[in-house]
């Protein structure tokens, strides 16, 4: 019963081009969604946030959409850098819960 | 200065060995949580601390029993290990300050190898 599904397991992306990182959700009653990154050996850290009253937030190089008709959102990233190479979680939350649900992760890679 | 801090960071342990693991957070949040990421990567949440009481308890076995002293503090204390617990563990905390503003604050996580 995985809740919150990231379908691609990897992405590699040329430095300077779009990254654009896919998640969808299947309970409708998340009306809160998060992306963290995460490097290996380390935990995963916060990186951009949406409420389900938006459709887009934007901070900086990193633009989280959402569309909640099709129960999905994407993270784009713009332009890539290496240091972006990490692992992406996206993770739900029926806000006051505290139950974040995650999901498995992508692995991005951009390419110098 | 680390914001949410783990020990150990490594734990090879025996079968049937009983075992803790320590979290503790500098950030004056009211809320502390366990998670499990298993070899599919798959990050789940274990248990949830909100001043020091149980808010979430998911379906874990009973032989995990979270302890948690203060509101700085969660441990995990895990009862006769078995080879399924290998994982790594992270601690987390969060302080919802309004609705639409969470974020959880993660610990570097703690590798338990159960041999």
């Known amino acids: 019963d995985q809740q919150v599904k990231q379908n691609s397991p990897s992405l590699s992306v040329q430095e300077g081009r779009i990254s654009i990182l896919n998640c969808d959700y299947t309970?409708?009653?998340?009306?809160?969604f998060l992306w963290y990154k995460k490097y290996p050996a380390e935990g995963p850290t916060f990186l951009i946030s949406?409420?389900?009253?938006?459709d887009k937030n934007e901070d900086g190089r990193f633009t989280v959409f959402l569309n909640k008709s099709a129960k999905h959102l994407s993270l784009h990233i713009v332009p890539s850098q290496p240091g972006d190479s990490a692992v992406y979680f996206c993770?739900?939350?029926?806000?006051?819960?505290?139950?974040?649900?995650f999901g498995t992760g992508t692995r991005l890679k951009v390419l110098a | 200065d680390t914001a949410v801090s783990q020990t150990p960071k490594y734990l090879v342990t025996q079968m049937g060995n009983d075992k803790s693991i320590k979290c503790e957070q500098n950030?004056?949040?009211?809320?502390m949580y366990w998670y499990k990421q298993d070899s599919k990567k798959f990050l789940k949440i274990m248990f949830s601390?909100?001043?020091?009481?149980?808010?979430i308890n998911e379906t874990v076995p009973n032989r995990f029993s979270p302890k948690s002293p203060d509101k700085a503090h969660l441990n995990l204390h895990i009862n006769s290990l078995e080879l399924g617990d290998s994982a790594v563990y992270f601690c987390?905390?969060?302080?919802?300050?309004?609705?639409?503003?969470?974020?959880?604050?993660f610990g570097p996580g703690t590798r338990l190898l159960v041999l």
């Open positions: 309970n409708s009653m998340f009306d809160y």
């Open positions: 987390a905390s969060s302080q919802p300050l309004a609705v639409y503003q969470e974020t959880q604050y």
């Open positions: 950030l004056g949040h009211d809320t």
């Open positions: 949406i409420s389900s009253i938006k």
């Open positions: 993770a739900a939350l029926v806000s006051g819960t505290y139950k974040y649900i």
């Open positions: 601390y909100n001043n020091k009481e149980l808010i």
